[in-house]
DNA sequence: ATGAAAGCGCTAACAC
DNA sequence: GTGTTAGCGCTTTCAT
């Protein structure tokens, strides 16, 4: 832009301080002035230099993301949460798509030593917890999406994966299953042992047997779903039931079934998390745990404006949400021992 | 950050100038100060202030991004090409999910006046031609994903919607269609007609007789194709075939057809366009346009990189990429007259 | 309620 | 090859 706010102040007869005042509502300045302030900004299409005011405010308005893939649905109703409340409260979103890679997590996470951006969302953090508490210490703002993390500076939400877990095993125990496999994600992901602490933990409670033999690694995609799914059928296994953490996993235990010409549900119950689309449109239908991806993203951007602003954490830090598990065909078949 | 340049400078015992220049590698420094000048960052741990080099130096190296839908895989994808570019030229991508709303396109837009972005990508943009135009006019930077766009500044890249649509068709006729529905998106949108223009100038070309009547309009999404070939089920018109516009609507088909207890593809051929990761899941499997949605993205990207840098257009502005039939189950039924 | 003036931290033009 | 200096355009004391 080539006009500045010199320009107004010059037009409208004030000084710039006023027209930053009048720009910025500082209250302090009379309606009259305002109103030709307001004029020769109009009249000569003036725009704040944001750059400017960034330099001079120390602040961009901006937060970064930080998500393992955005072309994951998973993911993208997060982030759309997250954009919704930017929107509203005048932030700008830096996407940063980690790959799946620490390395790119670490890098974009230098934005914030550079003050490109006020704040990070990290959702489904790689880095450790140690490494993310050292930030937060030296008072960088920073959230997190899909973890628990204990520092009272660090924002929070996620939901109650050993729960939901918990109701998966029983909701499969109630069809009649006793053996049930548990396929999960790369074993340092928070997601892959909490819900397979929630695995353990209903079987206690159902007092069947852990049978560690029935445990695979799928890395959360389809094509580790579909490669842990068949170790165990070629080890000879006996099992009726499939329990993936993650429904891409899921889909690929359907490609072996398909292989392998094993029914679904009535030879091999299956059910996945996170209630991907493809999930109700597959047959038969997938049965998932649905989380509030949409606003656990919304929550905790609200949240960090919030302490960004007030610079405290007024009341809460901690968001724990509740998933919900919902019973499809491919776990709709009851059978009896 | 505390530390700023000046201190670097003190404890290197060179000027700021110096620093900078070590920094962004101005060649022109000596290897025995820019040692001393990279051991006194290193120690102090230094990082340049973004706001302050952004004032100075009149650009951001950040690009915007609107898309009408961050959620969608097929932005989604777009978005991915385009971000893996920007990390490697080490440029920010700020997101700005329209929401599918012209307003607030336009208030994305105005991050360009601000300068807080350098250049703006508009993916499938809903602004007429007309208002792009006097943007770049003015010196702003655009580039146009998914539309042709007639102005020597606006780098655009887009695939040939009226060729493929005329693939669909004659694989469509090969298999014995003559009576063919088109389900079209908003009838503004680019992508609408002209994939309807592929679709008459096929059926003429095949000296099929067009029958208004097999035109319908479902917004490019499940609901609106559900609503629309209901729309015609009911109508009683007789047809064998659906060119649906995008997959989405075929979605929508599917739901109508199972309810109708209309078979797929033997009574009801379907081939819809996107490639939708759905449409290899769902049963049967929906034959579709595959378009090179990434690389889309990633050459533009690229592109937009380069004149912003040379301000120059070297070479190509207009980049037309090919998209691909795929036949699936969908489809792959012969029939007979 | 308003103005003057001092920077925010950096880069680039100009000296040397 | 390196230093000096003058801003980039804004906000914010401190006066008045």
């Not at 307001?38 to 930080?66: D, F």
């Not at 069809?175 to 933990?201: C, M, Q, T, W």
């Amino acid at each position: 832009m080539d006009v500045k706010i010199i320009d107004v102040a010059a037009i409208a007869g004030v000084s710039p301080a006023t027209v930053s005042r009048v720009i910025n509502q500082h209250s302090k300045v009379s309606t009259k002035t305002k109103d030709k302030v307001m004029r020769a900004i109009e009249q000569l299409g003036y725009h704040p230099n944001a750059a400017a005011k960034n330099l001079r405010s120390q602040r961009t308005m901006t937060i970064g993301v930080i998500v393992p893939d955005i072309n994951n649905s998973y993911y993208a109703e997060i982030i759309k949460g997250i954009e919704n409340i930017a929107y509203a409260r005048h932030y700008k979103v830096i996407i940063c798509d980690a790959h799946n890679l620490k390395e790119r997590e670490v890098d974009y996470l230098n934005l914030l030593l550079d003050r490109t951006i006020d704040g990070v969302i990290i959702i489904t953090p790689m880095l450790a917890d140690e490494e993310l508490f050292q930030l937060a210490d030296k008072g960088y703002r920073i959230g997190i999406v899909g973890k628990y993390i204990e520092h009272d500076q660090i924002p929070c939400i996620y939901t109650d994966n050993v729960k939901f877990s918990q109701e998966v095993v029983q909701h499969l125990v109630e069809a009649g299953h006793r053996n049930i496999v548990f396929l999960n994600g790369y074993p340092e992901a928070i997601d892959s042992y909490e819900r397979l602490e929630g695995y353990l933990k209903a079987l206690r409670n159902h007092q069947i047997p852990f049978r560690p033999e029935l445990i695979e690694n799928g890395n959360f995609n389809e094509e580790g779903g579909y490669e842990a799914i068949k170790r165990l059928f070629n080890k000879g296994l006996s099992f009726s039931a499939v329990y993936a953490a993650n429904d891409e996993m899921a889909l690929g235990v359907y490609k072996a079934c398909t292989e392998y010409g094993i029914r679904i549900p009535e030879q091999l119950a299956i059910v996945g998390v996170d209630n991907n689309r493809i999930s109700k449109y597959i047959h038969p239908t997938l049965s998932s745990v649905n989380q509030p991806k949409y606003t656990m993203g919304a929550i905790l951007m609200e949240k960090m404006i919030d302490t960004m602003n007030t610079n405290e954490f007024q009341d809460k830090r901690v968001f724990k949400v509740d998933s919900e598990l919902l019973v499809r065909a491919s776990s709709s078949f009851k059978i009896t021992t």
